[in-house]
Structure formats: structure tokens, C-alpha cells
């Protein structure tokens, strides 16, 4: 599988500053894997993360959001689109040596049955790859931070709640966490890391209320920017300012989000094999 090596930059073309980082990361560790067709991508959205990974098209992305599939259509990051929900994929046993699902599964709140489905979608010898939040992800933001530095406990918490629910968010879990979760539904995890360190959730979190218009935009014409060529000419200079200030650190350790390489539990070789 081909990949492109220039993801800051590309994502920055299309995507408001903090979500670009954040993809970043992803799309740098996601890179070091091995990608085997058929690859299926659960929770695909409008395509974009697949379109600035992948050098080429993928298999088949699905994504229940009609709106979102248009866009991803438009881009032409998948040979196939469908409009499903992640429990119900019409397709065959095994049939994907490779499933990936990018900031997914902690947007579903009955989550179970799309990690079932996958196990059955996933070919013998197949991978599964993940990345979701830590349950350090929904602290590590500034208003959290700061009324927890105050003393106020409380109001920390409350906030921390409304952050939950406004990004939709239900599953925050540590690496073990996580693991229990995948290992109910029939994975073993091959590997896992640890990324996005406080300072840059805490930057992403000061950078997100400056997409604002950016999302009004998405909402209105499907796209993160109302006119992208301009977006175009100053994105190199934004992602040449910020790539300093990031590193994916193997040995990163309570990150605000976790990668995981998982396989089937009956014919995974462990991590440490």
C-alpha cells in the first residue's frame, strides 16, 4: 500500500489547524503499519483522512451520514462508499485483511456490536487497527485544567461532562481499559501506543473555538473552508510553524489518545513475541 509522506501540509489544505494536528499523529503512526487489501474503513466520514493517508484508493469505506459519503464520493479516497451503520456491513465473513477505524469508535455509544462485526469481517491473519481517546483525553483540556488547578473540583467535573457531550463522546478508556473492551469481542492486541501528549491536546483545545467558521462551513457547503485556493497558499506556513512543536514519541506515556494493532484473539501473537 502506497502512502503520502506530506500529511501536515495536506491536511492543514482541507482541515482547521487543530484537527490537522491531532490527524497527523494518526496518519504518521498509520503509515509505519502494514495495510493489506481488501482494507475496509469504518467510520470513514467525508474521506479526507483517507484521501491524505493514502496514496491510493482503498477498498470500501462506510459511514451511516449520507451528507459526509457525498464528500468522501467527491474526493475519491475509496473504489466503493456505503451508507451502513458499523454493526450491519453486507459483506462475507473475512472478508477484509485489514480494518481500520480513525477517531470512531468513541462516538458509538452501543459499541460492542461494531467490534463483533469487525471480528467477523476481518480475515485469518487479518489486522484490526484502532485509535481512540485515553481516559486521560476529556482532562486534558483548558477549562478542565484550569478550574482543577483553582480548587474547584466540581464545576471541573461538570464541564468535563458538557466536553463529553458536545463532542459526542461515550467510551474513555486506558490502554487496559481498552483492551478488556477489544479481548470481549474477540481481539487480542498485537500493539499499542500512546500519543497526542497533554501540551498538544491543551494547544488543540486553545486552537478549536478558531474552527468555528470552519464548521459553519462544513455544515453549509460540505467543505472545512469556503474557499479552499486561499486556504491553500498560507497552510505551508502554518504547517511549517507547528511541526516543530510535535513528536510521536514511542515511549510517550499518558497520552490523550491510544493506537491499537489488534488481531483475532485465537491467532494473535503477542505484543511482546
Known sequence: MKFHDDFLERYMNVAPL????????????????????????????????ASVLFAEPIDLGIDPDPKELARAQQLGG???????????????????????SNSVLEHIEDVEPVLREAKRLLAPGGTFYATVPSHLFDHYNLPYQALSTAGLSGPAERYRVFFDKFWRHYHYHSVE?????????????????EYAPKTVCLLNDFLAPFAAPSMAAKKLKGRWFLFPQLRKLYA????????????????????????FKLAHADGARDKSS
Request: charged share 25%; hydrophobic share 45%.
Open 78 to 100: 475509496y473504489h466503493e462508499l456505503l451508507e451502513v451503520r458499523g454493526d450491519a456491513i453486507p459483506r462475507p465473513d473475512g472478508s477484509f485483511k485489514t480494518i481500520f
Open 18 to 49: 487543530a484537527l490537522a494536528i491531532e490527524r497527523w499523529f494518526e496518519c504518521s503512526i498509520l503509515a509505519q503499519q502494514e495495510f493489506q487489501r481488501p482494507i475496509l474503513d469504518i467510520g470513514c466520514g467525508d474521506g479526507v483522512f
Open 177 to 193: 481499559g481498552w483492551a478488556r473492551l477489544f479481548g470481549r469481542n474477540g481481539f487480542s492486541v498485537v500493539d499499542s501506543q
Open 236 to 259: 505551508p506556513l502554518f504547517a511549517k510553524a507547528v511541526k516543530p512543536l510535535l513528536n510521536v514519541d514511542r515511549d510517550l506515556r499518558d497520552g490523550g489518545i491510544l493506537f
